[in-house]
């Protein structure tokens, strides 16, 4: 009795097991296609992203081929510059409608950009007096298109340091530690003051950016601090011949004409590399000087003598000085100086060249209590002053760093300093994404 109970039990559980199995098939199945309908909607969508990735890339690309081409030719205010179909970059005039004609890219695997640029206008900005273009570039990827339009600037003429601004910084600045700023201090990024940092000045940080203060730092009463409706901009360095044609022969050299040193003073013609250690002192009065590496050490000092006219000097790039260790850049460290007697910041006017490719400062620390006269431009460096380092004329650099007890003193006369001699540069420091299609009759409505 007990085999034949077992047997009918088994006999109802086999008869069950067909549907089961039928509805589990229906259900994995089920399972299967929503899997796979959700693989399709994230591969289209991936694909969908990718493309649109690609047409902002493009467009992109279409803004620095139309910013590389103004930079070649430095086309007039009326004129444009436009690819031939033989490939040959040439000027041409801007259209009535204010735009320079349609020039087009095909960047192959279904993406090309298209762009115009308009005509140039001149204005006055952050103290500056800068030549402006707009650039509206469209990218194509697959069907799918986007646009962009970036306002791009040019600084022309005088003066190369932005007027009534003691520290120009293309980088944000972050300013603390009883620093002080006695003119203006202007930035294309966000500008931070902390512990005790004060400003005299007008206060700018760049175009939709912040200022933000700490703690007890200060801006002075009755200064603005608005941000800037257009950005800073710092051309790059021109050292005309001056890696070739200066005054380095003078350098400790004997007899009239030459530039007197004492102590521990080692130049290197050949490499352009001066050091100066241990209360040694060199003093300049040439017009020109070049270099790839200047250091002072332990109380040395570098003299600027009473000259007519301005003496340069240049510190040139990176890549002219071999790559190695500290070229391209300035260090003043342990109590050293430097003087200039005649107490004019356009008597001493040190430019840094800077890499886009390597890193480069100008680094002022711990100097002396004395002011160092001088107006610094380095467009692709950093310039640091750190502890008790008084800088009177104007520091314009890609990142201004102050710490602890350091200050810059605005000289106005720093604004005689042209930048004639510089090529119009156009920068692209921020760009607008805009509607696929203009929802107007102007060429960038919808920007």
Known sequence: MKRAGARAAWKDERGIALPVALMMMVLVSGLAVVSARAAVGTQHQTLRDSNAKRAIQAAAAGVEAATYQMNLLQPPATQCVIRTAAGVLMLSPVGTDGWCATQTEDLGDGTDYTFRVSSATVTAGNGQNLVQRRILSVGRKNGFKRRVLVTTSASVQAPLFAANYAAVSLDSIDFGNNTEVLGGVGSNGNIALRNS???????????????????????????????????????????????????????????????????????????????????????????????????????????????????????????????????????????????????????????????????????????????????????????????????????????????????????????????????????????????????????????
């Open 197 to 447: 940092a004060e400003v005299c000045g007008a206060a700018t940080p760049g175009v939709g950016k912040t200022l933000t203060l700490n703690n007890s730092a200060s801006v002075c009463s009755g200064y603005p601090t608005s941000a800037a409706t257009v950005p800073f901009n710092l051309p790059p360095v021109d050292q005309k011949d001056a890696p070739t044609a200066n005054d380095n022969a003078r350098i400790c050299a004997v007899g009239p004409g030459s530039d007197p040193c004492t102590g521990n003073v080692s130049w290197n013609a050949t490499t352009r590399v001066l050091d100066l250690s241990n209360t040694a002192t060199l003093t300049l009065s040439g017009d020109t000087y070049s270099f790839c590496r200047i250091q002072l050490r332990n109380s040395a000092r570098l003299q600027i003598a009473t000259v007519p006219g301005p003496l340069r000097i240049y510190i040139d790039s990176p890549e002219h000085c071999g790559n190695g260790a500290g070229a391209g850049s300035v260090s003043l460290q342990q109590n050293t100086d430097i003087t200039n007697l005649n107490a004019d910041p356009i008597k001493l006017q040190l430019y840094a060249a800077g890499s886009p490719n390597k890193a480069t400062s100008v680094q002022f620390a711990n100097s002396s209590s004395a002011d160092t006269i001088m107006a610094v431009y380095a467009p692709s460096s950093t310039v640091s002053l750190e502890n008790n380092v008084h800088v009177v004329g104007a520091v314009a650099a890609k990142k201004v760093v102050m710490q602890n007890f350091t200050s810059i003193t605005y000289d106005s006369r720093v604004e005689d300093i042209t930048g004639s001699d510089f090529a119009r540069i156009y920068q692209n420091p921020a760009w607008q994404e805009c509607t696929n299609d203009a929802t107007g009759v102007a060429l960038d409505s919808g920007c």
